[in-house]
């Protein structure tokens, strides 16, 4: 006998040989657990290569397309009518700007939804030729700019405050047709970009020069010729950034990638991916600037390849730049070079959010070159799942670890804020939200592939209840962050966090996977239809901002609610005709027994019982002898009572909407068979079917065990309270 054998044949016979109380666990057979070595499961996630007639375009998987057509598989399989799953862009991933459909040039396109119409209302510019037209002031620049240095300067710090400054007061003495192409693009997209925030948050109080924006798509594009006629320069970069990020907060992540791919390669020209401190060439300054251009064009870049699931443009192991808060070479060069520069504390505090977004890009990228490169070469493996895993684990100590001691911020006011950190350097009460949403979002991401595995698979499991568990935290964090009506102050700083781009894609997948985890039965459909109803609001929250994306996940997420909504009701309507079912096969089988003796036939069957085993019987059964002939006079009584007054019954409306119902009792069944049961008529049941309602309590048979006139009965229960 092999030694495992011999083990479980002891195990057996100690269990076999107990006496005592012993745990359910220990009664169970042991199973020998699966080895799982490196490849115990694979993801199969899969990409979709769209077919749009002559131009057919990819979306990757690290986007969560192959979780949405999942979940279109499954509600088109369970039910029947999916027609309105057909009408509109529901399958498309936010972002995919190309695959909006063009407009005939005779048809007046809605701002910003289709991909050549203008991106502003008429309100919202003014021409130079009106009267309306404010003047180009400092002043004027400095408030059209706020939002911009709010909301987004913290984490995308690419450009300098005091020289954004000097181009305001440039522009502002000469005009904007005097400064340099790269200056104009920065001052054109940083007003874009507060523009757009205007429309979610506080809006500018009169229309802004429509010289000042970028009014349409090809604007842009006319405009950033410059960026690959001319050598690659840090100017070049700052400006082309600008309006990537631009695109990026507009959601037209189509072009955003397109541009990131030029400002990669320039970057690479000017060895922004190496680390500056490694050359005698560049001061302090000179330092943090470049590695500010690169982290921030590295966090966009790693938004809009997940967005798309698109390949990387910029491989790790192709960078050797340290992050801002930990340098790995040597400093003293350059350190040495400018000694006048304010030491790096104060420079510090202000940039630890960007580094925290960097080290999270850096998360980003490791997921998908773990869970969605191509099917060939994926390595998706237990061990290097287990390290990215641990990475994330690390991120999330780190960011608690520098905010948990920074206090609520939630009562500061709105001029003590600097982007997203406060004057003393702090991080914000918005971006502590946002990035705790970009936790669960990683969790998600690491986790989603795993969806498409073996469902049967523990890995899979795991990661079911780990997206459920996070895509509620996004929603819910999300949903606690917009206006609240009982407030006095329609703006708290909380709800900046409602310009930041990737909330509408997570907030989209989180309602899918809820709805996937319904299906799948891993949660309650009334659950996921109410998350979908947060997710609905929160989606036309964000559709102020005035792009297409949030508006048509909204139609996904209303048609996932008509399906939830549907499948509840089939749950109540199976749930009714099972218990319908059981009453007339309970009601059938009682036919079997004829109406006139089955009172009898009761009374025997209990009679006898009480001879057998007085004690637990009526103290009358089984002593009195003239129980049978007394009873058999009972009940024929009683069937006359009950033929009597059938029909009054059968007319009378619905007792359970009103109160609960009991059959009259005559008189003398009440003096003479206090201690007898009554068994329902079978014609009083079929009255009460043909009238739609039943009494549910028809279900169960009280003969066994109902003893009327004591308030114990044989089988333990009690009816006196």
């Not at 680390?275 to 870049?301: D, G």
Request: net charge negative; charged share 20%; with cysteine.
């Amino acid at each position: 006998m092999s030694a495992s054998n011999r083990v479980e044949h002891d195990d057996a016979d100690t269990v076999s040989s107990e006496t005592a109380v012993v745990s359910p666990a220990r009664l169970q057979r042991h199973v020998k657990r699966r080895r799982t070595g490196s490849h115990g499961y694979s993801t199969q996630e899969f990409g979709l290569m769209r077919d749009n007639n002559e131009m057919p375009r990819f979306i990757g998987s690290g986007s969560g397309i192959h979780l949405i057509r999942t979940v279109y598989a499954a509600l088109s399989s369970r039910f029947q009518d999916q027609r309105s799953f057909r009408n509109g862009p529901i399958d498309l991933v936010p972002g995919e700007d190309d695959q909006l459909i063009e407009q005939p040039p005779t048809v007046v396109s809605t701002p910003g939804t289709q991909a050549r119409a203008p991106l502003w209302q008429e309100h919202e510019i003014a021409q130079d030729t009106e009267g309306t037209c404010p003047n180009v002031d400092f002043d004027n620049l400095v408030q059209w700019t706020k939002s911009y240095f709010e909301n987004w300067h913290s984490a995308f710090p690419f450009l300098h405050g005091p020289e954004i400054l000097e181009i305001m007061e440039e522009v502002a003495t000469h005009g904007i047709g005097n400064a340099t192409e790269a200056d104009v693009t920065i001052i054109r997209a940083i007003i874009s970009i507060s523009l757009a925030d205007s429309r979610q948050l506080a809006g500018f109080r009169e229309p802004i020069p429509a010289n000042l924006v970028f009014l349409s798509l090809d604007d842009i594009a006319s405009n950033m010729v410059f960026t690959l006629g001319s050598p690659a320069s840090l100017k070049n970069i700052q400006a082309a950034l600008c309006v990537e990020l631009f695109l990026v907060s507009m959601l037209k992540f189509n072009m955003a990638s397109r541009l990131g791919g030029v400002i990669a390669r320039m970057a690479f020209h000017l060895g922004l991916h190496r680390c500056p401190c490694r050359y005698s060439n560049f001061n302090v300054h000179q330092t943090y600037m470049r590695k500010r251009i690169w982290w921030s064009m590295y966090c966009l870049e790693r938004m809009v390849c997940q967005s798309l699931g698109l390949p990387l443009d910029i491989r790790d192991d192709d960078v050797d730049v340290c992050f801002l808060d930990k340098e790995l070479h040597q400093v003293e060069t350059c350190i040495s070079v400018d000694s006048n520069t304010p030491t790096s504390s104060s420079v510090m505090n202000k940039l630890q959010l960007l580094t925290l977004l960097s080290k999270h890009s850096r998360l980003r990228g490791s997921i998908l070159e773990l869970r969605n490169k191509t099917i060939s070469v994926r390595n998706d493996t237990v061990e290097r799942a287990l390290f990215v895993q641990a990475d994330l684990v690390k991120w999330e100590n780190e960011v608690h670890e520098i905010v948990a001691d920074e206090g609520d911020d939630s009562l500061q006011s709105l001029s003590s804020y600097e982007g997203g950190t406060l004057k003393d350097g702090s991080i914000s009460t918005s971006y502590k939200i946002l990035l705790d949403i970009m936790k669960h979002e990683s969790t998600i991401t690491l986790n989603r592939p795993l969806l498409a595995s073996d469902q049967e698979a523990p890995a899979s499991q795991a990661a079911l209840q780990a997206c459920i568990s996070a895509s509620r935290s996004i929603i819910d964090k999300i949903d606690r962050q917009q206006d609240d009506p009982h407030q006095s102050s329609p703006r708290t700083p909380s709800q900046n966090i409602l310009v930041w781009p990737l909330l509408t894609w997570s907030v989209w997948m989180s309602c899918f996977i809820l709805t996937y985890a319904a299906l799948e039965e891993a949660t309650t459909t009334r659950s996921a239809h109410r998350y979908a109803m947060k997710s609905l609001r929160i989606l036309r929250k964000l559709a102020d901002r005035g792009t297409t994306w949030p508006e048509s996940c909204a139609t996904a997420v209303e048609h996932l609610m008509s399906t939830l909504e549907q499948r509840q009701e089939d749950v109540r309507h199976r749930t009714l005709k099972g218990t319908l079912d059981i009453a007339v096969g309970n009601s059938t089988s009682r036919t079997q027994c004829p109406r006139d003796a089955r009172g009898v036939t009761h009374l025997s069957n209990r009679r006898q019982a009480g001879a057998r085993n007085p004690d637990r019987s009526h103290p009358n059964i089984g002593r009195d002898k003239s129980i049978p002939s007394v009873q058999r006079e009972t009940d024929q009584n009683l069937m006359a009572f009950r033929e009597s007054t059938q029909q009054r019954h059968i007319l009378q409306p619905n007792p359970m909407l009103t109160t609960q119902w009991r059959e009259p009792v005559p008189p003398w069944h009440q003096e003479t068979s206090r201690s007898q049961s009554v068994t329902m008529d079978h014609d009083t049941v079929e009255g009460a079917q043909f009238q739609e309602w039943l009494d549910p309590l028809n279900v169960l048979d009280f003969s066994n065990f109902a003893q009327s006139g004591t308030s114990d009965s044989g089988l333990g229960f009690r009816f006196d309270y």
